[in-house]
């Protein structure tokens, strides 16, 4: 009998232990199916607005009066559809305002932009992003239009260009999540060789750096997450 007790002392804390291990991976069998629940929930339709600041390519314009190398405001807006997890496309526009260095002539440009772009989405396959973060990479051609204020409307351009962008987002619910957006607007175009240099003033044909922070809200409720 004396046996019998000893045993039963000695099985009741290997089954303590045993029933701790089991409930520690239960538990994360939890977390981790929640965090790749969270990882495959894509928003098919969503719209985006983010605000952020720019930086032309002292190229784009006459030697003698540049722009500032960092301008306000910048203002993008956009639909995206996702057709998969990881592909979409999105339409999107972009405004910017330039302004003159201040030892130069003072102009002020508006130029804004148009974009048929390729959405690729791989945070499926990035497990070491904490969550619920993704990013997301886009890519794609448009058209460009840059616009002196004032006087100088005569040197207003327009031409094809080519964004390169890259985002990093942070879902706060279902409908809403933060992200921040930095792209490469390449513009096909050169600055045309103005005689004298002065008539070229506020004309812009260059390339354009975006940095800019938003939201995006889901606009259906259907998502993917098979």
Known sequence: MYESCRSTLQIKPFYKTMRSQFLKYILAFLILGNVHAQRKEISTWSAQISLGVNSPSKSGF??????????????????????SRTLGAKLDYGFNRFKSESDTQE????YSRINAQLVYNPSKSLNFLPQPMQVIAHAGPGFSFAKPLGTLDNNKQSYLN???GFEVHYRI??????????SYIYGFSKLEDYN???????????????????VSIAL???????
């Open 62 to 83: 006459i030697a003698s009066a540049p722009a500032q190398n960092l301008n306000l405001p910048t203002v993008n807006l956009g639909i995206q559809r996702m057709f």
């Open 107 to 110: 102009f002020k440009v508006n």
């Open 162 to 164: 080519f964004n390169l």
């Open 173 to 182: 619910n279902k409908k809403v999540t933060l992200y921040s957006d930095i």
């Open 196 to 214: 004298p240099e002065i008539l070229g003033l506020g004309a812009f044909n260059g390339n354009v750096i975006d940095l800019s922070f938003g």
């Open 220 to 226: 259906s409720g259907c998502y993917y997450c098979e």
